[in-house]
């Protein structure tokens, strides 16, 4: 395919980055409609909240028999179920493993997604920069590419495979093309308009073209520092 680079741009993305943006990019519903929707979950989302705006919780939480509900907890994490039996007979440490792998999932969407820039990484990289940044216990490598997999699966990263085949992601999920640093391995963003893709092939036959995206590779020019 031939393409040409307009040198004159500012090779800047125009969305916000690391969220999703509507400025004429198709989203994530478009492409795929029947996905998981996640905004339940968002901190303080006024779909959380079952009761009306004059619930008290601190009123009703007075209310409540504690000692009961030791006794209803007690009988839950002890009442195995054929479906899933509690190990030991206990489903206790099943609940402290999920509470943990949770924690571990809310770290890295709050590493990757509270930042103005786009960030591009590949799940190694992530992996180092957490274990650095965070002074708690570190997370499993096998926890990062279970969350990377899901939130790529959900549409807030995609994957971009590089010439040494090295899988990168990218918080910006809007359509747009790179530059790669074939020395440094970063990525770069270009803005989607500053390339022209003057010709692609047809799909294979049942398969339509869903994007063109260009990863540029760039190496050092000698004599230049």
């Known amino acids: 395919m031939s393409v040409e680079f307009k040198k004159n741009g500012s090779g800047k993305c125009p ?31 006024t779909k959380t909240n079952p ?12 209310k409540l028999d504690f000692k009961e509900i030791k006794k209803d907890l007690l009988n839950l994490m002890t009442d195995s179920q054929e479906w899933w039996p ?12 999920m509470a943990w792998h949770s924690a571990g999932t809310y770290r890295i969407a709050e590493f990757l997604f509270k930042r103005e820039k786009t960030f591009h990484f590949t799940v190694e990289k ?14 499993s490598l096998a926890t990062i590419y279970n969350t990377i997999d899901a939130f790529k699966k959900a549409g807030y990263v995609k ?24 020395e440094t391995n970063e990525l ?17 036959k049942g398969k339509k073209i869903k994007d063109v ?13």
């Open 15 to 45: 969305v916000a980055h690391g969220a999703m943006s509507k400025n004429n990019q198709s989203t994530t519903e478009e492409w795929w409609p029947k996905n998981l929707k996640l905004d339940i979950l968002h901190q303080h989302d």
């Open 126 to 139: 992530l992996n180092k920069i957490i274990s650095k940044k965070d002074n708690v216990e570190k997370i």
């Open 159 to 182: 994957e971009i495979l590089t010439n040494n085949n090295t899988s990168y992601f990218d918080t910006n999920v809007s359509s747009h093309h790179h530059f790669y640093d074939d």
């Open 86 to 97: 509690a190990d030991l007979g206990h489903y206790g440490g099943l609940f402290i493993r």
């Open 51 to 62: 009761m009306d705006s004059g619930f008290n919780y601190k009123e009703e939480v007075k």
């Open 213 to 225: 995206e260009v990863i540029i590779s760039l190496k050092k020019h000698r004599g230049h520092s």
């Open 188 to 204: 770069t963003d270009i803005n989607y308009n500053e390339i022209e893709v003057a010709k692609v092939p047809h799909a294979p």
